[in-house]
């Protein structure tokens, strides 16, 4: 079963660092494009970015660019989403998700999704 | 970058037909493809349309999905209203660049 299993819920403070992990099971982690979206509390879906396990290609949203890390460790199937220096508006739930298809042509169709890891930060 | 745009809310009663657009206000609609997701409350999204109009195994027919070139939008039909489809449903589409854009999300209130 394809299953993607998220890091559990974080709590921080402003100015300090973060990395959360997305391990993926049951499919070759490196064929397939692997994203991060974030949701503030009783907010919609933004797209942060997406990164190819296989070579590590990366790209983020605009709005993101400059403002989190996304990586991948292909030896251990796992993605990561990373911050240098919290604000509380990071405050939100963090779902990683996988493209529908393999290999690097993107329609941009992502399943399954993790079950999300909450991030609050707050002094 | 291109919006899309959905109705905040919408409410129908069990066994009844809801239809929720999706309107993007710049580029062409039938150019990139639409996928919709169900978020219920505490879960993840999860699709219940992708490519436009396409189903997921375990996806009920009783969903399809719709492009409308002459408005812009795209459309999520769910026929035969269940209690167990009260959701968030979000379309999401993207441009030539690959930047993926989501709808702000309708809520679906089946009572």
């Known amino acids: 079963e394809v299953q993607l299993v998220q890091s559990g819920a974080e709590v921080k403070k402003p100015g300090e660092s973060l990395k959360i992990s997305c391990k993926a099971f049951g499919y070759k982690f490196t064929t397939y494009w692997i994203g991060w979206v974030r949701q503030m509390p009783g907010k919609g879906l933004e797209w942060m970015g997406i990164i190819y396990p296989g070579d590590s290609d990366t790209r983020y949203s605009p709005s993101f660019q400059g403002q989190v890390i996304i990586s991948a460790d292909k030896s251990r199937s796992i993605a990561y989403l990373q911050w240098s220096s919290l604000k509380a508006s990071d405050t939100a739930m963090y779902f990683c998700?996988?493209?529908?298809?393999?290999?690097?042509?993107?329609?941009?169709?992502?399943?399954?999704w993790g079950q999300g890891t909450l991030v609050t930060v707050s002094s | 970058n291109f919006m899309l745009t959905q109705p905040h809310s919408m409410s129908e009663s069990p066994e009844k037909t809801v239809t929720i657009s999706c309107t993007r206000n710049?580029?062409?609609?039938?150019?990139?493809?639409v996928q919709w997701y169900q978020q219920r409350p505490g879960s993840s999204p999860t699709t219940v349309i992708y490519e436009n109009n396409q189903r997921p195994s375990g996806v009920p027919d009783r969903f399809s999905g719709s492009i409308d070139s002459s408005s812009n939008s795209a459309s999520l039909t769910i026929s035969g209203l269940k209690t167990e489809d009260e959701a968030d449903y979000y379309c999401?589409?993207?441009?030539?660049?690959?930047?993926?854009?989501f709808g702000g999300g309708t809520k679906l209130t089946v009572l």
């Open positions: 999401q589409s993207y441009d030539s660049t690959n930047q993926v854009v």
């Open positions: 998700l996988r493209h529908g298809y393999s290999g690097r042509y993107l329609t941009n169709w992502f399943d399954p």
């Open positions: 710049s580029g062409i609609i039938a150019s990139n493809f």
